[in-house]
């Protein structure tokens, strides 16, 4: 498996005995599970206009992946919001 400078560091502490694991406790456990639950909850519903070329577009791309369209923009409005994606240069 290839590791980025931040994951091969922590792989080689692990496997040094510099870093350890340990297992979280019940409040850990319960903290991780709500934010779970809060990120997978889709609560609010929209309604937008596109132009037919970029529905058909977004249609094919999302078959190609093998995800309901709907799911695909609703990643890539996620991505943008989450500064994953960037305008093009020039």
Do not use: C
């Amino acid at each position: 498996m290839k590791y980025d400078k931040e994951e091969k560091s922590i792989v080689d502490a692990f496997e040094k005995g510099i870093m350890t694991l340990s297992k979280p406790s019940k409040k850990e456990i319960e903290a991780i599970k709500s934010t779970a639950r809060k990120t997978i909850i889709k609560d609010k519903r929209i309604t937008i206009r596109l132009y037919d070329h970029d529905y058909k577009g977004i249609q094919k791309k999302a078959l190609e992946m093998g995800i309901p369209y709907q799911t695909l923009i609703s990643g890539i409005i996620h991505r943008y919001i989450e500064g994953d994606l960037i305008p093009k240069a020039g």
